[in-house]
């Protein structure tokens, strides 16, 4: 009886999560997260360029999966100033939004995977307080696309 208890709590509830706004980047926070990014830009994947892929985490697509996710926040940063509007940003990640919602992923997986990348960059990159509004806001964007995806609302992003 305790294990169906404690499965139907664990039971992802996506209406749980709500959808970030969109807040525009200033200037300034642009430029602080393209210049912290070019920090694990530079060190993540070199440092596990030599790593057998089975110890990375068990599985040979795990490195080509963090690949494509890297090369997204890579895309995105780069356009940060070059698209003011957020249309080619908003393309980009609604593929991945439109690609995660067919597998029914869910918003708890990117709200967990959210903490990590603050964390991760945070600490790599040395941020003080302006680095993680800067970073927050650029998670709001993403996350905001990609939750309109997973709601079911990402006609909104066709170009």
Same mark, same amino acid.
């Given at each position: 009886m305790g294990n169906v208890i404690r499965r139907r709590a664990l039971r992802d509830h996506d209406n749980d999560y709500s959808n970030p706004e969109i807040t525009e980047l200033s200037f300034d926070?642009?430029?602080?997260?393209? +210049?912290?990014w070019k920090i694990p830009?530079?060190?993540? &994947?070199i440092a596990f360029r030599n790593t057998p892929l089975l110890m990375l985490k068990g599985t040979p697509? &795990?490195?080509a999966h963090a690949s494509?996710? &890297?090369n997204v926040f890579s895309s995105v940063i780069d356009a940060l100033d070059k698209d003011p509007d957020m249309e080619g940003i908003k393309h980009i990640v609604a593929e991945v939004g439109r690609s995660h919602a067919k597998r029914q992923? +869910?918003?708890?997986?990117?709200?967990e995977l959210r903490i990590i990348?603050?964390?991760?960059?945070s600490e790599m990159c040395k941020l003080d307080d302006d680095g993680i509004v800067?970073?927050?806001?650029l998670l709001d964007i993403i996350y905001?696309?990609? &939750?309109?995806?997973i709601d079911g609302r990402d006609s909104q992003f066709s170009q």
């Amino acid at each position: 009886m305790g294990n169906v208890i404690r499965r139907r709590a664990l039971r992802d509830h996506d209406n749980d999560y709500s959808n970030p706004e969109i807040t525009e980047l200033s200037f300034d926070e642009i430029e602080i997260v393209q +210049k912290s990014w070019k920090i694990p830009a530079s060190k993540v &994947f070199i440092a596990f360029r030599n790593t057998p892929l089975l110890m990375l985490k068990g599985t040979p697509g &795990f490195r080509a999966h963090a690949s494509r996710i &890297f090369n997204v926040f890579s895309s995105v940063i780069d356009a940060l100033d070059k698209d003011p509007d957020m249309e080619g940003i908003k393309h980009i990640v609604a593929e991945v939004g439109r690609s995660h919602a067919k597998r029914q992923i +869910k918003k708890r997986s990117y709200v967990e995977l959210r903490i990590i990348i603050l964390e991760v960059i945070s600490e790599m990159c040395k941020l003080d307080d302006d680095g993680i509004v800067a970073w927050s806001k650029l998670l709001d964007i993403i996350y905001h696309i990609l &939750f309109e995806c997973i709601d079911g609302r990402d006609s909104q992003f066709s170009q």
